[in-house]
């Protein structure tokens, strides 16, 4: 059993769990117990249960067949954990899990096959593939502000790979971390696919075992947890974190799309996503316009009674809300629409507000936000909007509104991020033929697709050389003449590129015929 809790202090690894999670009452499970499911599931990886191609298949098609069959029964856990609306709830934790399921299960046959590479003219006769194997036992620790999305797309994604898995949802979204405790457990192998329920204490003795890959979906400070326990076992991570993710809206944007497209993204699941539009900067000719139209798209979503619609969510618990309330008292900025005076804090309902030009210095303006509360501030140009951001940690997100190509190549070009979506805000995230994940402060690695299968598959390189020929040249005694003529052959190009590329030909031709002869003699004799 592993001594990370020796090495590192497990009071502090603890404490810094504490802080970001909050504990709903659980009935515990022992480290003991939970090793012996780690080492179950180690076993069956030993015994080769994961590795055929087809059995994966199958197991993704039973994963499909739990969503789709129990698919009212998420939407009630989502809507019980975050007030989430049907349509939400469809969109963030059903059909993007099936799109990820199905594209992978369509593609799998392609991605497991060996794949051909060059192989160079003086390791010939030979030849070269890579091969994805996966890696092993893996973690996938999930979040709760989308519990089956951020928990399951890394699910299928592993279950692709070949790997087996010990899945922790998030406790503080209880409901949805109990039904799908009950679905992996009714649907999916059991020797090769668990589920453990827990907190804090949980988590940390998951921790402390020697999984082969870890898949952490959260915040920073946690995230330097997970990769500090990763390390002592020299385990691979992902890490899917945020951060504050920048909008720019140019003032040759149209407008009015603009607007409703960086409103719900804002406002769906009531701001609580890791790439969340953050802050708007906004080119101060269209300002006035921006802020009308924004107000317009409030108006058409929600009405004017946004408590009573059945349309906006709320936040996860009150302790959230505490934050976003302080986030917003603290702003210094002018409120356009919203603030706290209408938000009702034991009913975690914080409606959609908007900041203009809140203080630089603020915490609105350095912490990521994660609720439904949106700064604009204003910027001369791009190059105003450029230096704005690069005040900034890497964010996982980046959006652009413009229609010239020329000022989106610019930005993209001179500012890092996870991702970029231009024009729309959210939307990169479902599609599952590009990789998702951060980049520094924002997380590291990626998943999604083909993405998600190499993130959970180690490459390995394979060279096969036969023996039939073996030339002497490679094996000492070493003479002047034989490094002259690799030399010659193989560092210095004393010809012209034309004339040095038909002696390479030639080469490769006369190789060809001296194993033509070679083999011919054999079948001979």
């Known amino acids: 059993q592993s001594t990370w809790g020796n090495k590192i202090n497990m009071s502090s690894t603890t404490a810094g769990l504490s802080s970001a999670r909050d504990l709903s009452s659980s009935s515990s499970v022992s480290k003991t117990e939970l090793y012996s499911i780690f080492q179950k599931l180690k076993d069956s990886f030993d015994n080769g249960m994961t590795f055929d191609v087809k059995w994966r298949i199958s197991q993704l098609s039973q994963l499909e067949a739990a969503i789709v069959e129990n698919c009212d029964q998420i939407l009630d856990a989502v809507r019980l954990d975050l007030g989430r609306p049907t349509v939400e709830g469809l969109m963030g934790d059903v059909i993007t899990i099936l799109d990820n399921l199905r594209y992978s299960r369509k593609n799998l046959k392609h991605w497991t096959a060996p794949e051909r590479v060059p192989h160079p003219i003086q390791l010939q006769p030979g030849h070269s593939v890579v091969l994805k194997q996966p890696k092993g036992v893996a973690l996938i620790i999930g979040a709760w502000n989308f519990p089956f999305h951020v928990t399951l797309i890394p699910l299928v994604d592993a279950i692709a790979a070949g790997c087996c898995c010990l899945i922790k949802p998030s406790e503080v979204s209880s409901n949805s971390a109990n039904l799908m405790a009950s679905l992996i457990k009714k649907y999916l192998n ?57 909008v720019f809206v140019e003032k040759d944007a149209d407008i009015a799309v603009a607007a409703k497209r960086i409103i719900i993204g804002k406002v769906m699941n009531c701001g609580q996503i890791c790439l969340a539009p953050d802050y708007v900067l906004c080119h101060k000719d269209v300002e006035k316009e921006l802020v009308q139209a924004m107000l317009a798209a409030l108006t058409n979503m929600f009405g004017k009674d946004v408590e009573s619609s059945n349309s906006y969510g709320r936040i996860i618990n009150t302790r959230h809300w505490d934050r976003i309330a302080n986030l917003i008292q603290t702003s210094k900025g002018d409120i356009i629409v919203g603030g706290i005076s209408s938000a009702k804090r034991e009913e975690k309902f914080i409606p959609p507000t908007i900041i203009m030009n809140p203080d630089p210095s603020s915490p609105i303006a350095k912490e990521e936000i994660f609720g439904p509360v949106l700064p604009i501030f204003t910027v001369t140009d791009t190059n105003a909007a450029i230096d704005f951001i690069k005040q900034h940690e890497t964010p996982l997100a980046l959006y652009v509104f413009s229609k010239n190509q020329k000022t989106i190549d610019t930005i993209i070009s001179k500012i890092n991020s996870g991702g970029v979506c231009i024009n729309d805000c959210l939307m990169h995230n479902t599609n599952p033929s590009l990789p998702f994940g951060g980049h520094g402060p924002s997380g590291m690695g990626k998943y999604h697709g083909k993405a998600g299968f190499d993130e959970f598959s180690h490459t390995r390189a394979i060279m096969n050389r036969p023996t039939f020929i073996d030339p002497a040249i490679r094996y000492p005694p070493y003479s002047d003449s034989t490094a002259q003529l690799m030399r010659r052959i193989f560092v210095l190009p004393l010809v012209g590129k034309s004339v040095w590329k038909t002696l390479k030909t030639l080469r490769f031709f006369s190789i060809l015929i001296i194993l033509i002869l070679f083999i011919r003699r054999k079948l001979i004799r």
Do not use: W
């Open 190 to 246: 059991q020797d090769c696919y668990k589920v453990v329920l827990g907190g804090v204490p949980e988590t940390t003795d998951l921790l402390s075992f020697s999984f082969h890959h870890i898949f952490y979906t959260g915040n920073g400070a946690i995230a330097k947890v997970v990769m500090r326990a990763a390390s002592e076992h020299l385990a691979s991570v992902t890490l899917e974190l945020g951060g504050k993710s920048p």
